[in-house]
Antibody
Framework: EVQLVESGGGLVEPGGSLRLSCAAS????????MNWVRQAPGKGLEWVSS????????FYADSVKGRFTISRDNARNSLYLQMNSLRAEDTAVYYC????????????WGQGTLVTVSS | QSVLTQPPSASGTPGQTVTISCSGS????????VNWYQQLPGTAPKLLIY???QRPSGVPDRFSGSKSGTSASLAISGLQSEDEADYYC?????????FGGGTKLTVL
């Protein structure tokens, strides 16, 4: 059974940093691209970042470029999102999602981890 | 303002067919495949349709997708009460992922 489990969310002050993790199991993690998608309270889905299976291709939304860094450790079956210079508008549930069934189709999702940026 | 445009709401009665539209541009829908997601209240999104019209294993054939040019649509036939949810279209475009703003489907 495929499982994606996010962790690392919490309350952080504006300008602070947080590192999210996503532990994957049940599939060959190293073979597939991974993504972070977020959802602000009461709002729609927003794609945040994508990382290819090898880590050689990385893409970011304009809203987080230069502040967030996506990475992966294929030996540990883990995906990460380092978030720096956090703003109130970064407050959201952050989901990790895989692309197993097809490129750019987010087929498996974690349960999400809530990041709250507030003083 | 979302890159892909969806109607904010849709509704239907049990047994009816409901269609949700998704409008984009040549840089996203026009040059890439469209995926659809269903999000039930308080849960993570679920992939409903991928590659414009393919259903993952376990998704009922009541759900179907289509694409033409820079637009796509999701059709739900034989509407059921458990279909009440938010629906999002998505595509890849210009080195970034893009979502629609979501459509809240109400089953009357």
């Amino acid at each position: 059974e495929v499982q994606l489990v996010e962790s690392g969310g919490g309350l952080v002050e504006p300008g602070g940093s947080l590192r999210l993790s996503c532990a994957a199991s049940g599939f060959t993690f190293s073979s597939y691209a991974m993504n972070w998608v977020r959802q602000a309270p009461g709002k729609g889905l927003e794609w945040v970042s994508s990382l290819s299976s090898s880590g050689s291709s990385i893409f970011y939304a304009d809203s987080v470029k230069g502040r967030f860094t996506i990475s992966r450790d294929n030996a540990r079956n883990s995906l990460y999102l380092q978030m720096n210079s956090l703003r109130a508008e970064d407050t959201a549930v952050y989901y990790c999602a895989s692309e197993v069934i097809a490129d750019t189709a987010y087929d498996y999702w974690g349960q999400g981890t809530l990041v709250t940026v507030s003083s | 303002q979302s890159v892909l445009t969806q109607p904010p709401s849709a509704s239907g009665t049990p047994g009816q067919t409901v269609t949700i539209s998704c409008s984009g541009s040549s840089s996203n829908i026009g040059s890439n495949t469209v995926n659809w997601y269903q999000q039930l209240p308080g849960t993570a999104p679920k992939l409903l349709i991928y590659n414009n019209n393919q259903r993952p294993s376990g998704v009922p054939d009541r759900f179907s997708g289509s694409k033409s040019g820079t637009s796509a649509s999701l059709a739900i036939s034989g509407l059921q009460s458990e279909d009440e949810a938010d629906y999002y279209c998505a595509a890849w475009g210009g080195k970034r992922g893009v979502f629609g703003g979501g459509t809240k489907l109400t089953v009357l």
